[in-house]
């Protein structure tokens, strides 16, 4: 039996893990593993091919995805889509697992309605904000290269009177930016999901500059857009000289870690079992609540996980 | 009301992260905070102080603890812990978070039966072989440092027909050897909860190496006494070089991971909210089937976390 | 005799270690080492301390300075500097050993024309503008933290059609820059001491994507201001998604490399051998042309090292 | 004209740079750039491919060795040579650079001397023990390998009363140990090239200890073989708990230092250069006081570079 794996949208460490997994855990299992190279353009496209054991030899500590990922505006016409499956036909395919989120889960599902191909999505996003699973591959990695970040910025935060504003990635989610200000000990935390109160930050933080506070470190979402509006309010009325940092794709690359390359095992485990023992619906391997489980792909896309409580709970004891 | 906080045994990443967020979080609370400097020894020798912001500003990034720990035999004596119960009272201390180790549980359970002292343990040591928890500090870091040391022997694995032996830490505990051979892929695993059957070993990678197998890694938990051993026998039955690497303290050093640093702060917070609120008894704080928790410290001392059979199934798959 | 030690300006990793070896190194030859602590404002204000070895343990690897640094406007008036000399004064101190950059030395030099103070400046910067030597501290860690942030983008530019755009610290100086689009191999490099011709740039990228270029990275030094043009100018001509990223203060922290130790030592030792031995004038510590020497500080200061004609042909082989 | 290039004996970090340069660089010059796969070995097997851009594309952050390596022991027989010299006459190479220490500089200069083929050495190998050059690539990213380690073990240092003892790669040669033992600031350091006086260390660490001394960090040269010996003796003598770190392999591994690839691009346009200009003889590519310069192959094979006098006397200022 044929089984692919395809990466698609924003490409986060821990795919080559879960790629390297699949393949060698399914020719343990005795079938035959495929790999599908730029995502859903390259399904389109017929760019698959049968997974050697050199494919996927000394993957596991590189970032990004060997077999690429790529987002497909074709995809969303159904004859592309017809061709995706002649193209799954062609090599026997008959599951494939995709390494993407909500977005490519959507038209996964819309793709597996049509054409008998059974699918299952590994959630693999830095952002987190999958509906349904506590973890997306790539976010742990994500919050160490942005602590990485962090810590070097507080090296040289004590050697002068200076803030420093830290855009960090997150369109609609602040996942990242709340969990790397509580892990960092972030002054400020500017995200979609929690108002910032402007006038009691100021206040909070003029008490604190007047008691011997040397330096502020205030991280903001990208998704806020209000990076530069923070380090202008920072200048002008904490008087503190600022500095911005934008973080940006360096927080999709690096050395996946040890938690990555883990849950990137189970993931890629749990979906080849699943599909090649008892494939009744197309699923989403989530790790919720503690436990690995198996949900309905519409269960899953479609929705966005919101920022959990317990996170915004943190933050207002940095407040 | 006075709380203090101490680190017992040996020492791991995220101790500061936990010390911190106690003295944080407790001034907070409005409390007062106490630091006891070199562990039980200290706290016999009264090397106690009131916590001040500067004692834990900028400590979140460093490795191991800046109120050091200490093994103290002199704490089994009755005189001894005596002493450090009147220094206790002197400072109108009435409560103590410990990090250590089953070690240290036991001795403070001793401790709270004698004097009318609360004690909050935090699980603290890169063994993770504590009972009643999935999860214990540095463990994380610990993974990533061994990660990081095997990711730069496969560097060079694949430039030679070479083999490399690493000794990792763990005295009865094959935690660390296992995930990390998990997370890096190893050939050879040999840990104390696991028969290691060389003659298989030796078939399957004889087949292997006639396959085109350039490098064998093999990780040796410290414990079993065996690195020395599996380096000869590699040399003289598969013809490979062989070099040996023994990881030794470096695992314990390092820059805590965000997963540390958030495991320390909840349970930092869980430690503080217990003793302030509602200290029946004395208690671990846990992380147990994906939940926080607080169990009788009873229930935890004493005892042995075994390694979960779903890591010894997934070294399985490896061979 | 004593001498002491400040820095000022700009912090850069290494100031540590020169601040160690400072302290050690005098300790050793029988004097007596001061700290200044905040740069000349602390000198002003009389924040000297001596050194005790619990001053200088274990600083070697953090990054920042111990005694931190500053900016002072007030130094330029003589009625502080008068105040400033009259605190080395009432320590004994004759001697001072200043980490900092051009316009610290213009500082000193004036300050020691008026004054019976030896100064020996080291030059500290990672701009590495300061005229008279190929090296200041702190160089190899920026140039370090730049490439591995550099790294991670690589890791994820593999899996898209995708432009980065990475501005990077220099005011005047393209140095940083320079060297780092050499050694990571960026396509487009933009400092101020290069004119850089869009439309040659624009027809040789044009002509690699159709030969197959999947992803761009380009380099633009902060000064030239030319960041979100250059970003804009891909995004519209050459079609591909291009994200933005401003490394900031990142730069400036940072674990000082083996370099930064090994100059930073060699700098302090040659700076208290000259203030104990022979200070018959005020000098700056240089590494020139392979080799260490000592400079007249007024040969030093006021002027601007020029990018190496060197590494300009390099970039030139780049294009 | 076609020139080759391949890597032969231990491997080290830079080794992919070289590689980049060499076929970029030669392209850009018109020429035609070849890759012998697995070193002196691959040559006799005729393991010759020319390079193509993906041969070299994305290997600059990589350890290793891309094209491998090995040592040879068929290359020290004539009828072996001879073969090699056939197979590079097949595909047209009239000219190697090779990427080694100096058993690989001497196998070559023999084989010069027996066919019309000239080579470039470019010295390669993380003991920096090749005559005539300062510097050899490798060493600098192995030096920050060891530094990391080091920075490590000083966190959990402060912890506790222990020693620890690092055995630090280097057979006859104790660069990396006396320049670890420098950059962080190591209590002792045991090398072949400068006698060890036990009893005056013995005497030096019991009076700090006895003024406060809390840990001991102990390098040992590989090749002194005194590893163990040295553990015991701070256990019995200075009644330390003693741990050992072997660093093995690890530190021929790790991603490049901005410096080795800086120098492996110098030293491959230098080969390059030479090669297609005028190759009146066969030489190596040395950094020799601060200038690169070219040395005949007989000048640098054969001997070996002795510790420079300036590390010793920095090491004398340990003591």
Redesign the interface.
């Given at each position: 039996m044929g089984l692919a794996i395809l990466?698609s949208g924003g490409?986060a460490?821990g795919m080559n893990a879960a790629i390297?997994k699949f393949v060698d855990?399914l020719q343990?299992r005795g079938e035959t593993p495929y790999l599908i190279y730029d995502g859903l353009e390259g399904l389109i496209d017929g760019r698959i091919k049968k997974a050697a054991h050199e494919d996927v030899a000394?993957i596991?500590?590189?970032?990004?995805?060997v077999i690429?990922?790529?987002?497909s505006k074709r995809f969303y016409e159904y004859a592309y889509r017809q061709q995706a499956y002649t193209n799954l036909k062609k090599h026997g395919i008959e599951g494939l697992v995709v390494l993407g989120g909500d977005g490519s889960f959507c038209a996964m599902a819309r793709f597996c309605g049509e054409f008998p191909v059974r699918v299952v999505g590994i959630p693999t996003t830095i952002d987190n904000d999958i509906y349904g699973t506590d973890y997306a591959l790539g976010v742990?990695t994500a919050?160490?290269?942005?602590?990485?970040?962090l810590?070097?910025?507080?090296?040289?935060?004590?050697?002068?009177n200076?803030a420093?504003v830290?855009e960090v990635m997150g369109h609609q989610s602040g996942y990242l930016t709340a969990?790397?200000a509580?892990?960092?000990?972030a002054e400020i935390c500017v995200i979609p999901e929690k108002e910032f109160q402007i006038s009691l930050a100021q206040e909070r933080l003029k008490k604190e500059i007047s008691q011997g506070r040397r330096y502020i470190l205030a991280l903001v979402a990208e998704g806020t857009g209000r990076t530069e509006e923070i380090a202008r309010w920072i200048e002008k009325s904490l008087h503190f000289e600022t500095?911005?940092?934008?973080?940006?794709?360096?927080q999709?690359?690096?050395?996946p870690?040890?938690?990555d390359?883990?849950m990137a095992?189970e993931f890629a485990?749990m979906a080849v079992d699943y599909l090649l023992d008892h494939p009744t619906s197309n699923v989403v391997t989530v790790f919720y609540?503690?436990?690995f489980a198996l949900k309905k792909i519409e269960e899953v896309a479609n929705k966005r996980a919101p920022l959990q409580q317990k996170y915004i709970a943190?933050l207002d004891?940095l407040d």
């Amino acid at each position: 039996m044929g089984l692919a794996i395809l990466c698609s949208g924003g490409d986060a460490p821990g795919m080559n893990a879960a790629i390297k997994k699949f393949v060698d855990y399914l020719q343990k299992r005795g079938e035959t593993p495929y790999l599908i190279y730029d995502g859903l353009e390259g399904l389109i496209d017929g760019r698959i091919k049968k997974a050697a054991h050199e494919d996927v030899a000394g993957i596991l500590h590189r970032g990004g995805s060997v077999i690429r990922s790529s987002r497909s505006k074709r995809f969303y016409e159904y004859a592309y889509r017809q061709q995706a499956y002649t193209n799954l036909k062609k090599h026997g395919i008959e599951g494939l697992v995709v390494l993407g989120g909500d977005g490519s889960f959507c038209a996964m599902a819309r793709f597996c309605g049509e054409f008998p191909v059974r699918v299952v999505g590994i959630p693999t996003t830095i952002d987190n904000d999958i509906y349904g699973t506590d973890y997306a591959l790539g976010v742990d990695t994500a919050l160490n290269t942005i602590r990485d970040a962090l810590d070097k910025i507080y090296d040289t935060a004590s050697s002068f009177n200076r803030a420093f504003v830290v855009e960090v990635m997150g369109h609609q989610s602040g996942y990242l930016t709340a969990l790397s200000a509580i892990a960092s000990g972030a002054e400020i935390c500017v995200i979609p999901e929690k108002e910032f109160q402007i006038s009691l930050a100021q206040e909070r933080l003029k008490k604190e500059i007047s008691q011997g506070r040397r330096y502020i470190l205030a991280l903001v979402a990208e998704g806020t857009g209000r990076t530069e509006e923070i380090a202008r309010w920072i200048e002008k009325s904490l008087h503190f000289e600022t500095r911005v940092t934008i973080l940006g794709h360096i927080q999709r690359g690096g050395v996946p870690t040890s938690y990555d390359r883990m849950m990137a095992f189970e993931f890629a485990v749990m979906a080849v079992d699943y599909l090649l023992d008892h494939p009744t619906s197309n699923v989403v391997t989530v790790f919720y609540e503690g436990q690995f489980a198996l949900k309905k792909i519409e269960e899953v896309a479609n929705k966005r996980a919101p920022l959990q409580q317990k996170y915004i709970a943190m933050l207002d004891r940095l407040d």
